[in-house]
């Protein structure tokens, strides 16, 4: 159940199958993003791997001496270029990998290409998705939806990379989908389709309790990638955004020009393995204990350096000492870059605002809080924007609903129309007709009882007190208390055990704060494995500025599916 | 006690020697451990320590499979109490350990593997492991915490001198420490379980099915305008009428008839007069002329000639290049025929269509390549081959390094060293070899195509990569003094072993009421481990060991290190390190004036006297402690007391020795023929240093199954009190009291030979204050740096041990000047790689440093040349 093992494992199978002699790796922009995911440069360099190159880059040249192993979609696109690739073959001998089920067809023709029989392997690999972290997958797919339908291509796509899923971990599941999602309904038959077509491959070895692929719709929970996040990883994608691991620093003020793009794995950097998961304010005290540890060193080396036996000391410790120090350096730029951003958005005061509108229910104090944020000039466009569609979400149907004074109000702080635009498009993605089961009030008496005895207490963190809506989908289902009526079943069967292998997909993309619901589940549940996907990663911020030029989305960034059908469709 | 502060689960889970072996790549730290076989006592009786000593060396894959197990602690923690499997592995190993106090321990002792502690069954996999134990010995009842303790405080005996780092350590363990997440319920998804590879299908029965349709097809067609070519290159076309010509080219294949075609299919231009019709040659279409190609003679010959030799037919005589050039330069001057004014002549030439062309084209481009092999492959292969024997050779040559310097005599001393620099021979080979891909086609006019040299870039890199991995792992070797000290050594400790696991028993009872120790002492362990975590194998584990390097390995180690911290752009560092290279090579020329010359007598005289000084001074210390040895452990008493005295017996004699090996060394290094009076009169003068350090770093580092306390008198002052309780770890404080003392010993010492110190040379100031006062800091001062204690006991020859051809001489005795001059000329050539690199990334500061480095190398070189010439 680990993708990122899984995609590994293809990529180490396919560096295994070419044998001894020097290597180079042809992708496409897709599976340079898979394979970048999971190997760093010096691993896979130590595997005789010396070139990465596009297929479709047109500055190759020819080297005979070379093996290609070729990682590519089986899109037509690619197979027309390796076709030609073919017919002036520039590299020794081709081993060439599908990411996913390719049509027979498709072999012909490429057969008929390799007159020069250069072709010494032709497979499917399934590693057709990124794989963020062990238990997190992605397709980097946006607007996948129109409106509440599929855009055909996108759904071709999301049922290619959640099979291919499927089969990198063999898994042939039971699947679940959300009843009030028509894209869940749709998805879910589509890999329906595809298990039944291809039953080949997807006959693995049967377990006690089957898999469970449950998919489920981003409208249902519109308000958690509204909100700025407090975790590591999160903050860091809210933020800076991560892009398959790696962070444009550039538009940090001062900052280095080796620092200009920085790599978070959590594969080779152990720091961050620690820490992702890890609020804000205890990231910044583990930051500074690395940094002591590190001033600690530091000093001592230098001063000392004048002996033999000094240099030898200090030479002992030198590897070590330039990893940690490398370390330092970029963590604490990127703490740093957080911290500062943090302050001067006014993030904190934003932050608790928005966890008020997202889990209390006092209309008033919230509207007092919105407005007041609404005046503070610290405040950016987009994060006014969002305080009032999250108020606008909560509050949708409440009787002194003010929805139209704060629009006012946004409009006069010369808030951008394209951000106002966003506070309707949200309601209609996200909002209460859409909505399948509730996100505000509680349901039932026992979750009443909590509630109360929340607000008794007090929270402990004013900052993380929301729970995202897929932990209780999640606990129920673990519990086996989802209900069938709010998620059936695809097919006459029911699963009567409680799940132990879980897919969670989330059409319209996850988040990082559902990513760390995920990983605490499975930490703290024994026998139950979750794997979370989405279309793709979310954060507020970075979308709706890179879609700045084009139409406004009809959805905050993450909400970017539920585009409002005026908008003309265009691919992310 | 301050270790008790970072105290933590007492819980040394069973998984963790046998995890960390799982660790991705083969650790040479790691599988040393486990290696099967005449183990040192101190290595098998304890694979918990094992890991961790080796570990420390393990880059990154140690860390990591080190967090591993810190995390698969926690499932089996909250299975059941404790893990009384832990103390278990512990019992047993001490029983192994004691059971082989001959020299020779039982080879089939030393598994590895998932065994299960208590039945010994080997299971395959840590999942499978911990499920046999829960069934098969959950209900076992059993004195946990007693064992446990048991363990832990013999973990604490075998690496008394690891813990003694702990000041800094701990220090750093704790913070590290602070930044691990451990897991509580379920699985961490990092945890999760391998799995096996995804689902695959192939399409290559498929694939091969078309394509051999295909490919019989193309073969064919190949193969026919082949045979055309041969046709019509096979007269002489220059003596030939061109009718004749077209009469034979007709012959070969029938043409179109012109009507048929009106357009050219090629580009669909009318035919017209000016637009006239052109045949192939080869399959007989039509084309107009913008749309004609030509194959010319040699073109044709060579082909046809290629595809004969591939048939192993014989060649014509008419188709070989030579018959045609030679007849084509008068073919010119002899046409003069009418129709080539309208009808442009080709006879050198045949003309054929586009498609034809191609065919014959891509068929030349296969001959070529099936020829031309570029130099870049050549010289990779070469470097694969250097890699797959360092691959091979390493395991090995660890294996032997790890067990002697644990005094064991399973290998022989000699055999490892021409070992040792055979690899390392093959390491300069494997850095020149990259180095040369790097450079390829440089220099050639029309640069490369910048893939290429991405390519060979690539290729250096990773070629560093694996030089600066797997070099820093090979551990050093002792000298041959060091290791008949070390084989003595081992002696002693299994002797002990026996004697230390009684006393154990009644320490047990001491310790179970302070089982917070216990949790210290694990917490500790862990924290060498972590500190160490992404350093190189073995470098730090066989540094705690060994006492002096040869000094090849320290040049090396200094020139990947500048290697590394170029790389990591620290200028100052690369500085730092070039100017002590440079110090180096002037110790080594110096050293070399200097050799083979004889001890002085008074030299001897003088140590005598000194050491009959300190014999004196040591055994009044012996008495002492043996008055508080007898108070302290009545029961034992008399059992203890032979040992103690068996042990000092052997401490001097040991002292003895080294003595004779320091004297040798230092009058080889100072012996400067201005200097030769001082130098002898001082080198008695820090003797003593040596020797004071000696009787209190070996004994307590190694002898460690002795009672501690026993060694110590000073701690008896310091905190007898407490010591009932603690005295599982006594270190902490009483090495404190132990520094201060060998520094006034010290100060005193040195005092009187002061005058002469002075005197000395600066890179021998520079070298031995530092190392003389270091030792004692670094042996016995727990704050100091782990790495710091390389030089334990013997600073003289560490400080002359890093002149890297000392190797050389010791086991090629001095005759061997070539290859010293050849490893000179290595070093020059990868100072001046370093500098290109410098240059190339604009480091120009570095530029200049390496500049000034390069000119001293050439200097010391000429100054070998011309002693090899005399």
Redesign the interface.
Known sequence: ??AV??VK??VS?MIEDSG?G?KVLLMDRETTGAVSMVYTQ?EI??R?V??FERLDSA???P????KAICFLRPTKENVEFLIQELR?PKY?TYFIYFSN??S?SD??A???A????V?A???????DYIAV???LFSLNLLGCCQGRHWDPAQLARTTQGLTALL????KCPMIRYQLSSEPARRLAECVKQVITKEYE??D?RRTEVPPLLLILDRSDDAITPLLNQWTYQAMVHELLGINNNRIDLSRVPGISK?LREVVLS?E?D??Y???M??NFAEIG??IK??M??FQ?RKP?E?QK????????????????F?????TVSKHVTVVGELSRLVAERNLLEVSEVEQELACQNDHSSALQNVRRLLQNPRVTELDAARLVMLYALHYERHSSNSLPGLLSELRNRGVADRYRKLVSAVVEYGGKRVRGSDLFSPKDAVAITKQFLKGLKGVENVYTQHQPLLHETLDQLIKGKLRDSQFPYLGPNTLRDRPQDIIVFIIGGATYEEALTV?N?????????IVLGGTTIHNTRRKPVTFEPREPRGGAGSCAEGRPSHAPPHLG | MPELDSAGPPCPHPSRPSISRRSPRPLPGCTAAGSPGGESAAAAASPLLDTRTSCPGA??AA??CR?RAARARAPSRRGRRAPRCAAESGESAAAMASGCPAPFGEPGEAREGFLCPLCRLDLQAFQQLRQHYEEEHSREERDVRGQLRNLVQKAKRAKKKLLRQEGDDR??SG??E????F????????M?E???????????S??????AA??DH?VVEVNKLIIRLEKLTSFDRANTESAKIRAIEKSVVPWVSDQDVPFCPDCGNKFSIRNRRHHCRLCGSIMCKKCTELVSLPLASKLTSASKEALGSHTSPNSSPNSVHGSRRGSISSISSVSSVLDEKDDDRIRCCRHCKDTLL?REQ?ID?KEY??E??KL?EKL?LCMEKVDQKAPEYIRMAESLNAGETTYSLEHANDLRVEIQKVYEFIDALSKKILSLGLHEDPQP????L??QR??R??AT??VQEKL?GLMSLPTKDQYEDLKRRRLQLMALEAHGKQEEKQQDLILRSAAAVNGDATQLKKGTVRK?????PT??AS?EREIADPLLQ?ID??TS?IK??KA???I??VR??QE?LR??QDEYDQQQTLKAIELSKKQAEEEERQREELQVLREKEWEREHHRFLSQHSRTRSLDFREVGQQQHEVTQNRNLTAHVLDLDITQIKRDPSFETPAVEQLPAEEPLVFALRPQGVPQGDKDREQPACLNPFEDEADTPQSEEDSTNPFAKDTSPVVSFSNTALQSDKKEYNPFENEEEDEQT??EP??TT?PFEEDENPSQ?P??S??SGN?FE??SS?NPFEVEDGSEISGEEAIEEELLLQQIDNIKAYIFDAKHSGRMDEVEVLTENLKELKRTLAKQKEKSNC
């Open positions: 159940m680990n093992l899984a494992q293809y199978k001894p020097m010096s360099l130590q005789e010396y070139l500055h190759r040249e080297m005979k001496h070379l002036r020794s089920v390719i027979k072999v012909k490429l057969a008929e390799d007159e020069q029989e072709v392997e032709v497979q499917e690999f399934y590693g972290n062990p238990h089969l990198s971990l063999k491959l997807f693995f080796d959590a080779n152990e720091f393995a620690n820490n998961y890890l005290s583990n204990n690395l002591e540890d600690r001592k230098q350096l004048e002996s033999i036996a000094d240099m030898k000391a200090f030479v002992e410790n030198y590897p070590q330039r990893k940690m120090s490398g990983y589940l499975n930490r703290s549940t024994a026998g139950v494995r | 880059p990154g860390g990591r967090c220090t750093d913070s590290q602070r930044y691990e997440s897991s509580y319920g379920g699985i961490d998804p990092y999760w391998p799995q096996e590879v995804g689902a695959m299908r192939s399409h290559l498929d694939f091969k099915k078309h394509r295909r490919i193309y891509k296969q390549e092999t570029p870049i492959v990779y694969r195509h910048p893939k290429t991405q390519l690539m290729i890199y990773s990569l694996f820093l160490c975590e992404g350093w190189l470098s730090s540094r320290q180690n200094i290190f590394q911290a990591a752009n620290r100052d560092e730092m390190l002590n110090q180096l520079n070298g530092g190392s270091n740096k790495g710091g390389w030089n600073p560490e400080g890093t």
